[in-house]
């Protein structure tokens, strides 16, 4: 029965070329874009699943109030918690702390390197995070001061090789020689905390016990590891408690500690001083619905087609039951043919997905070693899709047409059957509505994305080389030099030096609560943002004073310029009023002598923030602006002066460039938005010119009178195309309030925005409707031209 069940089906597929092409042209395109995302998505979705311990894994995060206001949120914490936690709370088994280096200069024999990920931690670090060692003893590593483990990585970048423990490295962070106690493996790709180099907390500990009060910084990442993952409300309710003590003994301030689960960190994290930028629970939600939309729209295609020519199949189905076959045998029938479909479109949609992975992993900002087919949930997803494809597809034949009567079948009366006609119009109109809403989503985000590339940054990125100053004050003896040189050249208009650079997070600038004027009628608890900068930075950036003046000959540890964002929070509208004003810095008091105009320091997408800046002769970062010339030979002048000075790496970034970083997500949600958009349009036109074909392969003959009586090749298309197009009028009034309300709220999460627009919405939907009345006129010209004479012969 099988292989004779088979056999009618091949010769079916054979017969029409044209509907099973569009069928597996549509499966193949569904399944694939589907599969795709859905990988993307689960990646995003698995971040801490390398780790066992993490839904155990808790960090200690503060919060920062004003009165009953939160103000701003740090991830970091203070270095004391975690200890008292583990003193204190029962349901807390183990903790451990990350502080976080400054970028640091490592000398390996006579070779020097720069290594951003490095973190001072605890023993406790590696059992924690579930890290084995490939080198070294677990039980002692980390242990005492002076200890260092490296990932495989950084070994094999350093050493050429992991058999490395014994050996030292200099580094610029403690300037002394560090002794390599273990290689460790790699930071997995979908971990919060990726690392490169390891230094012993005890190495750091002298350093972070020196300040005047332990409870004055809050700079370490502190994570707590509960005895149960269930334990986490009453851990919350200790923390509470312990907060509330902590400001009752004056230890914190208009601050509260808060506790986060790890495994949120990545998708609902976005505090300040983040150990890497997160991703976006929202958009992932979103492109995993969009994904089974793009994959219902295939199989929504089938069951269209499949309706569209019921009234063929209800004949065959008529004239099988009148030879005996049964309605389980019909209906088995109709599942093979289904599994036949979709077994077609499942191995072209494997190679479709082998090609396409090298470019969606650049594309979607996936890592380099992302793999799929070695991934047994991609497998079993995958057979899932099949399946449910299979039976959602074949589901109309075999259960609606297998039980038709073979007497009502063979007189015709099932060509007068308004429920596949309004089953196909439903259809229609549910994929043309999901296209639209698509399609302008695609087209919002473009030209959001074009607003932000476009609004105005409040200073001149372009032609600025960004070079990482030396570590070290004995290498920064000979700056003054290094600038002069550099100035004496036409090919350099200036050179500055700073703590940081727009562009950068606010990871790499310091910060401070509680500045308020001295003068103050109500003190706030404001967080603001610090910058240390030499006298020539300001117009080294085209910044624009508003008000006072920049930093000149002299000493000005008594200064400070601020922004505008900064005056407004202390309730200043005219910037030239806040000029003299002092202020009560860390117990001091400091002087406003400049404001300066706001500017984009972290990226468009975030608002401007509060900044505080003070004078200073050092930096980890010098700004230099280029005249007209060859970039290549500039920068080659570059090195070669800062090779004579310094003895560490040089590495430089241009400024715009550290600026289109910002944009990097956007792009990519964009791009991935676009292909889903134009895979979704295209697999819905062919379902279209499928369903149109089919129509106007029925009304040939309707078409031939017609052309005898005297129409044109015009009103022949528009009197098929006008079936299909007022279909796709309701599917876009309907997608269209549904749309705003998306695109709107999506809108809402942008600090600068563009404003919705008649175009934003009337654009892509003339666009839909253009492309499809192309795709109906495509099949119905070739018809409307024939000689109605063969038409109107052919029986």
Not at 250 to 255: F, G, R, V
Not at 477 to 484: G, P
């Amino acid at each position: 029965m099988f292989k004779n069940n088979f056999k009618t089906i091949l010769r079916i597929i054979g017969r029409e070329k044209m509907y099973t092409a569009i069928n597996v042209i549509g499966l193949t395109a569904g399944i694939s874009v589907a599969l795709l995302m859905l990988s993307y998505v689960h990646f995003e979705l698995s971040y801490e699943s390398s780790n066992p311990k993490s839904d155990r894994m808790t960090r200690i995060t503060i919060d920062y109030m004003d009165g009953s206001s939160l103000i701003d949120q740090d991830a970091e914490s203070y270095h004391l918690l975690g200890p008292m936690m583990k003193a204190e709370f029962p349901e807390v088994e183990e903790f451990t702390r990350a502080y976080r280096m400054s970028e640091a200069v490592l000398k390996v024999d006579e070779s020097s390197f720069r290594a951003a990920r490095v973190f001072a931690v605890d023993h406790s670090f590696l059992s924690l995070f579930s890290y084995s060692l490939m080198q070294g003893n677990e039980k002692t590593a980390l242990t005492n001061p002076n200890e260092m483990i490296l990932t495989e990585s950084a070994a094999q970048r350093y050493f050429g090789t992991t058999d490395i423990v014994g050996k030292t490295i200099w580094t610029s962070v403690t300037n002394s020689e560090l002794k390599v106690v273990g290689v460790t493996t790699d930071s997995p790709a979908n971990s919060h905390l990726k690392f490169d180099i390891l230094f012993s907390y005890s190495t750091m500990k002298q350093k972070l016990e020196e300040r005047e009060s332990p409870w004055n910084s809050n700079d370490t990442f502190t994570y707590v590891l509960l005895t149960e993952a269930d334990k986490y409300d009453t851990f919350s309710a200790s923390i509470d408690k312990l907060s509330k003590r902590l400001e009752a003994e004056e230890k914190i301030e208009n601050e509260r500690v808060i506790g986060q689960k790890m495994q949120d960190i990545h998708l609902y994290s976005h505090k300040s001083y983040e150990a890497e930028a997160g991703g976006n629970a929202t958009i992932v939600y979103f492109l995993f619905l969009v994904a089974l939309l793009v994959i219902i729209i295939a199989i929504v295609n089938y069951i269209n087609l499949a309706t569209a020519k019921s009234m063929d199949r209800a004949k065959e189905v008529g004239i099988r039951k009148v030879i005996g076959s049964t309605n389980n045998q019909l209906k088995v029938r109709f599942f093979i043919e289904s599994l036949v479909i979709n077994g077609m479109a499942s191995s072209f949609s494997l190679i479709t997905i082998y090609l396409l992975l090298p470019g969606f992993k650049a594309m979607a900002g996936l890592p380099k070693d992302f793999t799929l087919f070695d991934k047994g949930l991609f497998w079993l997803v995958f057979s899932g899709a099949i399946v449910i494809s299979t039976l959602v597809g074949g589901s109309f034949p075999a259960f609606i047409l297998s039980s038709f009567k073979p007497v009502a079948v063979l007189k015709g009366k099932f060509a007068h059957s308004s429920g596949g006609i309004l089953l196909r119009k439903s259809l229609v109109v549910f994929q043309f509505s999901i296209a639209i809403f698509l399609l302008i989503q695609t087209f919002t985000s473009s030209k959001q994305l074009e607003y932000m590339q476009a609004k105005d940054l409040g200073l001149n990125s372009e032609q600025v080389v960004v070079v990482h100053a030396p570590p070290t004050r004995s290498e920064m003896v000979n700056f003054k030099l290094f600038r002069d040189e550099l100035l004496n050249n036409s090919s350099f208009k200036s050179v500055a030096l700073s703590t940081t650079v727009p562009g950068q997070p606010t990871s790499m600038m310091g910060s401070t609560t509680g500045i308020n004027l001295i003068n103050a009628v109500e003190e706030h608890n404001f967080n603001f943002f610090i910058y240390f900068t030499d006298d020539r930075y300001i117009p080294a950036m085209q910044l624009e004073l508003l008000a006072g003046q920049n930093f000149g000959k002299g000493v000005y540890e008594q200064d400070v310029i601020v922004n505008e964002e900064a005056i407004k929070l202390w309730g200043f509208t005219d910037p030239s009023e806040a000029i003299n004003q002092k202020i009560n810095f860390w117990g001091d008091d400091r002087t406003i002598i400049g404001v300066l105009k706001n500017f984009h320091q972290t990226g468009v997408k975030e608002g401007y923030i509060p900044m505080i800046f003070r004078y200073g002769n050092f930096g980890d970062y010098v700004s230099i602006r280029t005249g007209a010339g060859d970039i290549i030979s500039q920068l080659s002048q570059i090195e070669s002066l800062y090779n004579e000075h310094f003895d560490s790496p040089f590495e430089f970034f241009f400024l715009d460039q550290k600026f289109d970083e910002h944009f990097k997500s956007d792009q990519q949600f964009q791009t991935v938005f676009s292909a889903l958009s134009i895979f979704a349009l295209l697999i819905t036109c062919l379902g279209l010119l499928g369903l149109s074909s089919y129509t106007v392969a029925k009304r040939k003959k309707e078409i031939g009178v017609r052309k005898v009586l005297g129409a044109s090749v015009s009103q022949v298309i528009a009197l098929i195309s006008k079936d299909f197009l007022w279909l796709i009028g309701i599917a876009t009034l309907i997608a269209l309030p549904i749309t705003y309300y998306i695109v709107g709220n999506w809108l809402n999460s942008y600090s600068y925005r563009i404003d919705i627009s008649f175009w934003l919405f009337a654009g892509p939907a003339i666009v839909v409707f253009l492309v499809a009345l192309t795709t109906i006129s495509s099949r119905t010209l070739s018809i409307s031209k024939m000689n109605p004479v063969n038409s109107l012969r052919d029986e």
